[in-house]
């Protein structure tokens, strides 16, 4: 049974933790947190996409990117190796971060191991709740963050990672991307990378 008002004080806490970023996106001329704004767009997603989603996979779209910033990319070497190594470690961290928050908050052991599971993203196409975890990371990036991706990188480059991106989703992932508020040009990118696909 979800006890409403503990995973609601979790997510306080989280968003508590999100709210301490120094790196600020502007939303409707407003500075806002980076990754506070982030989990508010992942949480506000998994709600559209998923009809009733466990305590555990509202707890780990909230956390996906927790502190973030305590890692920088450039802390790794700048090559594939390094990426996917700053990507590992980040999803231990934000599995640690978030765990120490629930078992503040007072979450047993196998719910924390859940959240970090989820955050690890095992068993990706097997487990339907790493996907779905997975399905709204991608809508969120399509919607909101690929179109400023567009504009530092070559449409070569773009077309590949939207074919990538495509190719973690479910199929009921691309129904809901196909039907995101994309920009003019955005469709366009989207509709060559799936037809080069």
């Known amino acids: 049974m979800t006890d409403r008002n503990r995973l609601e004080k979790t997510l306080v806490a989280f968003d508590a933790a999100n709210l301490e970023d120094p790196n600020t996106e502007v939303v409707d001329g407003k500075p806002l947190p980076k990754e506070w704004i ?4 992942m949480s506000a997603q998994l709600h559209k996409f998923c009809e009733a989603p466990s305590e555990a996979l509202q707890l780990a ?7 973030r910033w305590k890692s920088p990319r450039t802390d790794y070497p700048m090559d594939k190796t390094g990426y996917k190594k700053w990507r590992l470690d980040l999803a231990q961290l934000h599995g640690e971060i978030a765990g120490g928050i629930m078992a503040e908050q007072g979450y047993d052991e196998a ?6 599971d989820l955050l690890l993203k095992r068993s990706l196409k097997r487990d339907h709740e ?6 709204v990371i991608c ?4 919607e909101f963050y690929l179109e400023d991706f567009a504009s530092k990188h070559d449409e070569e480059k773009l077309i590949d990672i939207i074919r990538k991106t495509w190719n973690k989703m479910s199929e009921k992932g691309h129904e809901a991307a196909l039907k995101l508020p994309l920009s003019d040009s955005m469709l366009g990118l989207v509709g ?6």
């Open 38 to 41: 982030y989990a508010q767009r």
């Open 61 to 67: 779209a909230r956390s996906q990117h927790i502190c």
């Open 111 to 116: 719910m924390v191991a859940r959240v970090k």
């Open 130 to 135: 790493v996907q779905a975890l997975e399905d």
């Open 139 to 142: 809508l969120v990036f399509i």
């Open 192 to 197: 060559k990378a799936l037809s080069a696909g």
